[in-house]
């Protein structure tokens, strides 16, 4: 999930990189700088096209497990009357706080047929 503060972010470094740096180089770095760009928007608008296929949905994982590492990874069941206890597991976002056990923690699931969710996009993709 890209948050709010994120984007920003980006937008910040993608601005400050074209005032920056892209105005001061050679005419064949500007080519080959933009012909990758051309390539990243190219990609972007197709995984925009496809994500438009792609049903979302916001519920409420009840935490029945946590673990710590690097990130924190939460396993639970979704909280919702149609869902039938689907089981899911999640790796929070930097910045997100800990939860505890039985807390309930906003999230989107995703699914191309309305009947097998996934707890990302990625996931949904990969299969895994």
């Not at 400050?16 to 051309?38: C, G, K, T």
């Not at 792609?54 to 909280?79: L, P």
């Not at 800990?98 to 995703?110: F, S």
Request: charged share 30%; net charge neutral.
């Amino acid at each position: 999930m890209l948050g709010k503060e994120q984007f920003e972010n980006y937008h910040k470094w993608f601005n400050a990189l074209l005032v920056n740096e892209f105005i001061n180089l050679p005419s064949a770095d500007q080519e080959r700088f933009l012909a990758i760009v051309m390539k990243f928007l190219e990609d972007c608008k197709k995984v925009a096209e496809d994500g438009r296929l792609i049903k979302e949905r916001r519920v409420q994982i009840i935490v029945e497990s946590i673990s710590e590492t690097n990130r924190i990874t939460v396993s639970g069941t979704i909280d919702s009357d149609s869902a039938h206890g689907i089981r899911v597991r999640v790796i929070l976002p930097q910045g997100y706080s800990k939860p505890k056990l039985n807390d309930k923690i906003p999230w989107t699931v995703y699914s191309l047929d309305g009947e097998v969710w996934y707890s990302s996009k990625k996931e949904l993709i990969t299969g895994r």
